[in-house]
Nanobody, 124 residues
């Protein structure tokens, strides 16, 4: 079974830093673009960062210059380094894989796979 698991969230003070990880587990051949989203209470889910299969990145204006996305294809993991955190960054952060090619006896495509999220709280 293939799944995504986010980790690294927690409580930090304004100006602090966190590094989030999203690891894909299971029998995987390859993963295409992976994307970080966040959702604050009472708000719609917001796209935060896109990390392409080759490590290219695009960021939302709200986090540009503060957040850095990266990936390690050998580990099937993407990261989100968050610096200079603000209270408005408080949200549950999710990762998404647009397309995964599985391996093993039953090779198949998995589309639009989501993790369960990790809570980030920025407060003094």
């Amino acid at each position: 079974q293939v799944q995504l698991v986010e980790s690294g969230g927690g409580l930090v003070q304004p100006g602090g830093s966190l590094r989030l990880s999203c690891a894909a587990s299971g029998s995987i051949s390859s993963i295409n673009t992976m994307t970080w989203y966040r959702q604050a209470p009472g708000k719609q889910r917001e796209l935060v960062a896109i990390i392409t299969s080759r490590g290219g990145t695009v960021y939302a204006d709200s986090v540009k210059g503060r957040f850095t996305g990266s990936r390690d294809n050998a580990k099937n993991t993407v990261y989100l380094q968050m610096n200079s955190l603000k209270p408005e960054d408080t949200a549950v952060y999710y990762c998404n894989a647009d397309r995964i090619l599985t391996s093993g006896p039953n090779i198949r495509w998995l589309n639009d796979l989501w993790g369960q999220g990790t809570q980030v709280t920025v407060s003094s």
